[in-house]
């Protein structure tokens, strides 16, 4: 009895077409439904996106009967990423079409490297009021297929790394070398390229880059370059005091976009007639310089102890020609003297005789020198 059900709605779907009028005749004289989607999306996950696509899909009505046709999902492998479908039934006559939308939500970050394949499929649940998505499998199911596949935008970001982004004091002619890394923080490999961003400029004023002005390394996800450098060598002439900035530009090459990661570094330079110094004091560090303070003034020192006691002795030694001066004695007055008094003149007198001897010990010293 099923069987004969069955073959006999077989039969009805090809007697039908034969009833209808010569316009509706001209569709498909079985049922049949038409898919068709727009490119494979493209998510963007860069870390200020929202993460989400969608791809805009077309289903048709190709025959000449009424169809309730139905959308269903039949592979997804997005582990980070939801799929869903904005409409997923749809009731269309003769030729009509409609269309909806495959929606994808994801996270900021994914890497570039995965994809997400998916496959829908349209399927006819009733044509001309028959329903016919209930008829077993056979060459009279007409349902058809999208395959398609959602891609992981590339994006880049890139941090530079230099730890000593002080003022450089520089003379004419000095060189000076940037040691320095760049992270990549986008989420595809990418080729990091590190420039003197006011190249231009610098070289305008006189300075000169022996290394070159760009250095770029292939670095992976997420991964940071070796230790990279660049040099950059100062006017050989100015006429005054020149101070400028040199600007360290980071930058991806994979996204155009993407922003720069800069470090700003003053370069100031002495001129020629100011930087020189006094017999090349100014080469010297800055332990050599106080050595050689503290000489000079140990050596000052001494000379003015010398000059001080040439001057003692000088006041003290009698001049070429002249007679020592010798104490006049005291007149005392008559009365008798008592022996006690003549003690103290006596010891009056050796003490200037002492003196004496000590004058001679200093002229000896003197000779001596």
């Known amino acids: 009895m099923r069987k004969a059900s069955i073959l006999g709605l077989v039969l009805s779907l090809f007697l039908v077409p034969c009833l209808l009028s010569p316009v509706a005749a001209q569709g498909s004289p079985l049922p049949a439904v038409e898919l068709s989607c727009g490119p494979d999306p493209t998510m963007d996950v860069h870390p200020t996106a ?3 696509a969608s791809v805009t ?27 869903t479908l904005s409409e997923d039934s749809f009731t269309l006559g003769a030729g009509e079409e409609d269309t909806f939308e495959i929606q994808f939500i994801g996270q900021t970050k994914i890497p570039a490297t995965i994809q997400h ?49 002080t003022t450089r004091y520089m003379d004419t002619s000095d060189e000076v070398e940037f040691n320095f890394q760049v ?9 990091l390229e590190v420039v003197f961003a ?17 250095v770029s390394e292939d670095v992976d996800y997420q991964g940071t370059s070796s230790v ?7 006017p050989s002439e100015v006429s005054s005091d020149l101070r400028m900035p040199l600007l360290i530009r980071a930058q991806s090459t994979i996204d155009d976009s993407a922003p720069f990661s800069e470090i700003n570094i003053q370069l100031d330079i002495k001129s020629s007639t100011q930087s020189s110094g006094i017999d090349g004091l100014d080469s010297l560090s800055s332990d050599d310089t106080l050595l050689y303070i503290s000489i000079g003034g140990g050596a000052i020192l001494v000379i003015l102890f010398l ?4 001057r003692v002795v000088s006041k003290k030694k009698p001049k070429d020609g002249q007679q020592a001066k010798v104490a006049q004695p005291i007149i005392l007055p008559e009365e008798p003297i008592e022996e006690s008094e003549d003690d103290e003149l006596d010891d009056f007198f050796s003490d200037l005789d002492g003196e004496t001897a000590e004058v001679d010990e200093f002229d000896d010293l003197f000779d001596e020198l």
């Not at 592979?75 to 990423?81: A, I, M, N, R, S």
């Not at 992270?183 to 080729?191: C, I, L, P, Q, V």
């Not at 000059?307 to 040439?310: A, I, S």
């Open 183 to 191: 992270t990549n923080k986008g989420n595809a490999d990418d080729k």
């Open 228 to 234: 990279k450098s660049l040099t950059i060598r100062a």
């Open 198 to 214: 006011n190249a231009a400029e610098l070289e305008a004023a006189g300075f000169t880059f022996p290394g070159g002005k760009i």
């Open 307 to 310: 000059v001080v006691l040439m």
């Open 117 to 165: 394949s998916f496959e829908i499929e349209a399927k006819v649940e009733s044509w001309n009021g028959l329903p016919y998505g209930q008829l077993p499998d056979g060459f009279w199911v007409a349902n058809t297929s999208h395959i398609g596949e959602l891609k992981i935008g590339s994006y880049g970001m890139v941090e530079l790394l230099l730890s000593d982004v």
């Open 50 to 52: 929202d993460a989400e």
């Open 57 to 83: 899909c077309t289903v048709t009505n190709p025959t000449s009967a009424s169809e309730e046709i139905s959308i269903n999902q039949i592979e997804w492998d997005g582990v980070l990423v939801e799929m």
